[in-house]
């Protein structure tokens, strides 16, 4: 039977026997269902879909390196969650092969575990409440792919996104929720909404002498004040095209939305950790590239990084760590713009 029918029937009988479904519920199951979710089938990861900073060539993984040295991090652990197709860990295991004692992999698609571990068999896999204490736990575009729940704002009422059938095809149904939209406009528009409290509980043993970096596509609340309509980020990746129809392909397509970093930043601190650094992909790089003008640099990966169209101004970076260590504040460090 073609995946792709069997995939949408289950998806009618499921609506036509439960009712709408909440979006966010609705892309949990597309994204992460055993059998139909489109991270337990072979999923894009090596390029079929999209591509990631670490797959476009040696900048992203060598900047991150030097961050990492800059920092000062002695951690005994080193994670990495979402890896893809695991060529980060690759990078970073043969720099710091003297520094870390265990390297760790937190993912859930078993196609993607066998390929990660073809080139680092050095590494386990660990479920993130598995994460042991003095771990560097780096993500990279891991956060983005969290369920949303999706918010329209109107005329001062708060409306919530369902997926239902409308004459045989999938459509959205709006009803009213008593959602908090906290670091949102208040101005009418449709944010995409994220709890990450559930996912930093699960992370929670591993705050002693523990750093995170982590990276994705965002904004912070002051940005999204001034531009509402960037809270409406919603997207789909199907074979390295951009497709604003996530109901389309199901199972078979990447669902997204950014990150609002002053959200995450605030239910960080409530879950105990210290904020440390908060900067943009494109000053970070290009702090790199000045600090090794001899460095032979592939021109299209760079503008990639560093162009405010691309990955430079839509990426950042939030560095929080156990209280108790004090990292060096970075000279492109925007924390209070959180």
Known sequence: MDRSKNQQDHLISWIEKDGPIR???????ALYDPCFGYYHQAPGMSGADFITAPEMGS?????????IDALNL???????????TGQLMSKLAAKFKHQFEHYHFVEISESLKEIQLENNHFCSHILLDEIPENSLIIANEWLDAIPSRRVKRKDGKLLEAYVCLDNGQFSWQ?????IELNQWPDTDGIYDVRDYRKTLQSLGSAIKDSVCLWFDYGYHANELMHLPHLGDSLRGFYQNTVESDVLKHIGHMDITADVNFSALAHQVADQGWLVSNYFKQSRWIIDFLAKHPDRKNNTWEVRQLTDPSEMGERVRCLIFTDPKL??????????ARL
């Open 23 to 29: 979006f966010d519920v609705f892309m949990a199951w």
């Open 59 to 67: 900048l992203f993984s060598d900047a991150l390196i030097d961050l």
């Open 74 to 84: 002695r951690c005994k652990h080193l994670v990495e969650l979402g890896p893809g």
């Open 174 to 178: 709006w009803q009213a929720t008593t």
């Open 326 to 335: 004090e990292l060096k504040r970075l000279s492109f460090d925007e924390c």
